[in-house]
């Protein structure tokens, strides 16, 4: 869209552009072009865009990506462009605001894209809710101000570098692509833009529990200047933790580097798994075909075998009647990185489900004193991965914690979500949890 494209169309939706909202629309339509190029969009991709404004960066969308979902806050703008894009099957416009929109469903989309020109006045608070873990984005081309690209890409005894930096960094890959000066906007902004690709980051640093790396972090750069030690839990003891980093001790939070304060977050991770998700030398009963206690094996010999042994699955829900699931860490031995149970488990040598199912709740989500419904028994099977199953329901006690070893992160859902989203990905999950929900969907 030219700018005399752009003028009319705000004419039309009766805006008049606020500096409250941050909004400055671009008006060079090969700039947008070469925009929506740099997000690398497919037949197959649900691409959601967050400020579509006037439409420059979506029409350029239009009859190349699978679906097109625009986020806009404006309720006149969010109208005018459901006018505008009202004869495309593959667009959907929604009045909402970005920084709080419900990812949730986006998980069943998947390939998802995020393209926006995000408004000065709320980029940061769009980010952490699109970007923040769990995210289901496999790619993001994004436009902010310099400054907060910045602070973005900042490192170590920087003014730049702090809590943004962190989390980006942590969990992504962000590539400064463009700076864009004010000349393409309407109206023109005092400041220069910068265009920046974003790609998950991978495996190179060690698993870590994200919401107390966030926490630390905050903590860390709540006072910059002042000592880190000043601002961290008493346990584990300070001096030690520095000595574990090689750090000085009295070094302030903008001095460590990413794998740094990762390395310190799991020092102060005290959770008596965060560091174990399976030990081959576990010992499990070995059963028969009438799961009959026959003999004892290790787990590595079980799982190599394919013997018959015991596991208990568990789905706990919350006042809302929604239903927690878990991605399973990359570090499990059977289906790491899929969607699971809230929490599923072996029986050790001995022990009975109802015993494991106590255990394991506690041990993977922080849940005590619940009261257990035994809602099916499931069968050996390729998809159980032999084990005979007893599946549990219940409602939340506590607050979810798990340990990072073994759970990436979770979600909670409404069951018809999870059943689009099986039936648009079944991939996406742990065999065990399909033949599980199956079974619970079918209790009356």
Same mark, same amino acid.
């Given at each position: ?23 400055? &629309? ?78 949730? *469903? ?28 769990? *995210? ?56 220069? *833009? ?26 860390? &750069? ?206 996406? &999950? ?10 619970? *969907?079918?209790?009356?």
């Amino acid at each position: 869209m030219s700018g005399t494209d752009v003028r009319a169309a705000l004419a039309e939706a009766e805006v008049v552009p606020s500096k409250k909202l941050g909004q400055n &629309f671009l008006t060079d339509p090969n700039t947008a072009r070469w925009i929506v190029d740099q997000l690398q969009p497919e037949p197959g991709d649900f691409v959601v865009e967050v400020g579509p404004g006037t439409g420059a960066l979506s029409e350029a969308l239009v009859g190349r990506v699978r679906r097109l979902l625009l986020v806009e806050y404006d309720r006149r703008l969010a109208a005018w462009l459901k006018e505008r894009f009202a004869g495309e099957d593959t667009v959907e416009v929604v009045h909402a605001d970005g920084a709080r929109f419900d990812l949730r *469903s986006l998980f069943k989309e998947r390939p998802v894209k995020f393209l926006g020109n995000l408004p000065y006045s709320a980029g940061g608070a769009i980010l952490r809710n699109f970007l923040q873990r769990p *995210s289901p984005v496999s790619r993001a081309v994004l436009m902010l101000q310099k400054e907060v690209i910045d602070r973005i890409l900042a490192v170590p005894r920087t003014k730049n570098y702090g809590v943004l930096a962190l989390r980006m960094q942590s969990e992504w890959l962000s590539t400064p692509l463009k700076t864009i000066g004010p000349e393409v906007f309407y109206p023109r902004p005092t400041i220069n *833009s910068t265009l920046m690709a974003v790609e998950p980051r991978g495996d190179d640093l060690p698993v870590y529990d994200a919401r107390l790396f966030d926490e630390l972090v905050r903590r860390g &750069f709540a006072q910059r200047r002042k000592q880190l030690r000043k601002a961290l839990p008493p346990e584990p003891e300070w001096a030690v933790v520095a000595a574990a980093l090689g750090v000085a001790e009295t070094i302030r939070a903008e001095e460590l580097s990413l794998r740094q304060w990762v390395d310190l977050c799991r020092h102060y991770d005290l959770h008596p798994l965060s560091e174990i998700p399976q030990r081959g030398d576990e010992v499990f009963d070995v059963v028969n075909e009438d799961d009959e206690v026959v003999r004892q094996e290790q787990r590595e010999v079980v799982h190599q075998r394919n013997l018959l042994h015991r596991a208990i699955h568990a789905f706990i829900f919350n006042k809302g009647g929604e239903v927690f699931l878990q991605k399973r860490s990359r570090l499990k031995d059977t289906h790491p990185g899929t969607w699971d149970s809230s929490v599923a488990g072996h029986l050790d040598a001995g022990e009975d489900y109802e015993a494991c199912a106590v255990r394991e709740l506690e041990e993977e989500a922080g849940q005590k004193g619940a009261e257990l419904k035994l809602v099916a028994t499931l069968p050996p099977t390729v998809e159980t991965g032999w084990e005979f199953v007893h599946l549990f329901e219940l409602r939340q006690t506590n607050p979810i914690r798990f340990p990072c070893s073994e759970v990436d992160a979770g979600l909670w859902l409404f069951p018809d979500e999870v059943n689009r989203w099986i039936a648009r990905r079944p991939q996406d &999950f742990a065999s065990g949890f399909l033949e599980c929900w199956k079974a619970w *969907s079918a209790v009356p």
